[in-house]
């Protein structure tokens, strides 16, 4: 399973429900990285899309705990056990966990190759992604050359579970 997220320098993720920054280019990476598989999601991100509908071309999977929540389109688990039995059917190269914070930290565990935009700004953001520059278990193995949107630079990175398999 892979974990795909644009980050700032303190791995900042998001603030007040929203992402930090507008980078086109690091949607187009986001659309093309993840066009044709499967997308792991908790509720409030889904509900951060366009008129809180799915991502198009795209398999989702919303994991939330609330029990009544069933938007269309979308397939809910209700619990990390119920989403890892779902993603069973995928192959693990095709799962993308694309947010939010909770759902990272969660599924992190599970994954074996991260693919973050690094954005060179701090955001004073108050949603986090663990930094995986200072855990042991990754290693960074790929960088993209530095990219600017709107005067915010930033670089594509990728990350490989060093220490075995994920779990």
């Not at 998001?14 to 187009?28: E, V």
């Not at 397939?75 to 939010?100: H, M, N, Q, T």
């Not at 949603?127 to 530095?146: A, F, H, N």
Request: charged share 30%; aromatic share 10%.
């Amino acid at each position: 399973m892979n974990l795909i997220a644009a980050a700032d320098e303190a791995w900042g993720i998001g603030k007040d429900g929203g992402l930090l920054a507008h980078l086109p280019g690091d949607m187009k990476y986001f659309r093309e990285t993840t066009q044709g598989k499967v997308v792991v999601m908790g509720r409030k991100t889904l509900e951060s899309f366009p008129g809180g509908k799915p991502l198009k071309n795209r398999t989702n999977i919303v994991l939330t705990r609330n029990g009544a929540y069933q938007p269309e389109g979308v397939r809910v688990c209700r619990s990390r056990e119920e989403a890892l039995e779902a993603l069973k059917e995928f192959p693990p190269e095709d799962v993308f966990v694309i947010g939010g914070g909770e759902i990272y930290r969660e599924l992190l565990p599970y994954c074996s190759r991260a693919y973050v935009t690094h954005i060179f700004h701090d955001f004073k953001a108050d949603t986090y992604l663990p930094d995986l520059d200072s855990d042991p278990d990754w290693r960074l193995s790929g960088t993209g050359e530095r990219r600017e949107d709107g005067g915010i630079a930033y670089e594509f990175r990728v990350y490989e579970r060093c220490a075995g398999f994920a779990q």
